[in-house]
């Protein structure tokens, strides 16, 4: 039966390799193992349906509009304006900006995708402007990106939760240590970088008075959007509502602020938003329930347990198998995005990790950190490929400094998070999720 599994992997990654759209990727590898591994068809889809009706999903899509609405309404830019009240004049200022922009809007979305989509386009030309270079600034903004997959409220948090049955808030804090520790890795990073660039434009000094009634005016108006993070992650962990029911919040809240607050909302660019973010959520949906149905064969077909015996029957050493799985989550993040990813491998490595005493807590921020990389690693790399068309630069000019940022930046906490338990389960310990 593991001959079947591996030859059905092997299926998988070629048709991704292909192009393949992801729902059809997986219906393939789904079907082989109805015809090849006799799984019931009915019975999977019967399961399918049952799970694709969580209350629990539901937050997936409403982040999506959410995230899609603050990108059209120009949260972005005054979150931006208000940021350089503190750093606008520093040489380097800007690119710590954009690493807590991306931070920002991540809490508000959780979405990679929307941290791009929302900043990129007000941030990169900002920064070439300042004298950075288009590619060195495209690849700070788009690794920056990623943090919307680790700051909670996180999509893939969400999913990691649902599909292995733990706590979805805890699942939420375990990832604030290791979001919070590459935004300070990655402003470290930007601050040495930008010694060596002589072009670097600072903001114009003003008189003092003109100073800080600019300065009050950018505060007034950046104030709508820090608010829903503070809306979204204080009802949740106030127990006010739901991350469901936050998702909601985040949608319903979103719609006056980009029409009567920013007035960047108009009512076409609001329909196009909800058609294009029904387009994404078809998609996806479609994509998960598929995964899903292929994960759960994988469970039927106890996958899983013969891991576990193989795995350890090569090494018990719980250090070189926390690094192999960190390799493996690396590259299935390399070859599918973070939903798939988390839908599908979860459920077959919490046993092991568990056998090696590790919480499922703890591993919801190893797989998070993961495959949040994965975004930005080619051959997959959705958001790094997103980044180049919004900043309109190639990719021999943001390959160098992508690269930086995720082998100094990245790789690091990467690491850090795996063999340091209380970067990610301090925080969910102290709010009582984990005893």
């Known amino acids: 039966m593991l001959t079947l599994v591996l030859i059905d992997v092997i299926l998988l990654v070629v048709l991704l390799m292909f192009s393949v759209p992801l729902p059809y990727c997986f219906g393939g590898a789904l079907a082989f193992m109805a015809v090849a591994g006799g799984a019931s068809m009915r019975s999977m889809m019967l399961w399918g349906f049952g799970q694709m009706i969580s209350p629990i999903l539901l937050a997936s899509p409403l982040f999506i509009l959410a995230g899609l609405i603050m990108a059209r309404s120009g949260v972005a830019q005054h979150l931006l304006n208000f940021a350089d009240i503190f750093v606008g004049r520093v040489k380097g200022g800007i690119g710590v900006v954009a690493v807590t922009t991306c931070a920002i809007i991540g ?81 470290i990073i930007n601050m040495i970088w930008v010694r060596k660039m002589p072009d670097i434009i600072l903001e114009e000094k003003l008189p003092a008075a003109e100073m ?13 959007g820090l608010s829903l993070p503070v809306i979204i992650l204080g009802g949740i962990y106030g127990g006010v509502f739901t991350p469901s029911e936050a998702a909601a919040v985040a949608a319903i809240v979103s719609i006056p602020i980009g029409f009567w607050v920013y007035k960047e ?42 891991l576990v015996d193989i795995i350890f029957g090569i090494t018990t050493n719980k250090v070189l198998l926390l690094i192999v799985i960190n390799v493996f989550l690396f590259f299935v993040g390399m070859i599918v995005n973070d939903v798939t990813g988390m839908i599908l491998i979860a459920p077959l490595l919490l046993p092991l990790v568990t056998e090696l005493g590790i919480s499922p807590v703890h591993f919801a921020s190893i797989m998070g950190v993961n495959l949040a990389m994965g975004g930005v690693t080619p051959p997959y790399a959705s958001i790094l490929y997103l980044g180049m068309r919004i900043g309109n630069c190639q990719f021999h000019e943001i390959l160098r400094p992508t690269l930086v940022f995720l082998l100094f930046g990245y790789l690091p906490i990467v690491f850090l998070t795996t063999f340091w338990p209380p970067l990610s389960m301090y925080l969910p310990t102290l709010m009582g999720f984990v005893k």
């Open 107 to 187: 809490a508000i979305s959780g979405s990679g995708f929307t941290g791009v989509a929302a900043t990129g386009p007000v941030l990169i030309p900002r920064m070439v402007e300042q004298g950075y270079p288009r590619g060195y600034a495209t690849a700070l903004v788009t690794v920056s990106s990623v943090l919307g997959l680790l700051i909670p409220p996180s999509v893939i948090m969400i999913i990691y939760g649902w599909v292995t049955e733990t706590s979805i808030l805890a699942a939420f804090l375990s990832t604030v240590g290791p979001g919070l520790m590459i935004v300070l890795s990655f402003s």
């Open 212 to 224: 800080r009634t600019r300065n009050l005016q950018r505060m007034v108006r950046a104030l709508p």
């Open 265 to 306: 909302l108009k009512f076409k660019t609001f329909l196009e938003t909800v058609n294009e973010s029904s387009l994404s959520i078809g998609a996806i949906m479609t994509m998960i329930m598929f995964t899903l149905m292929l994960s759960q064969t994988y469970v039927l077909l106890k996958v899983p347990q013969a």
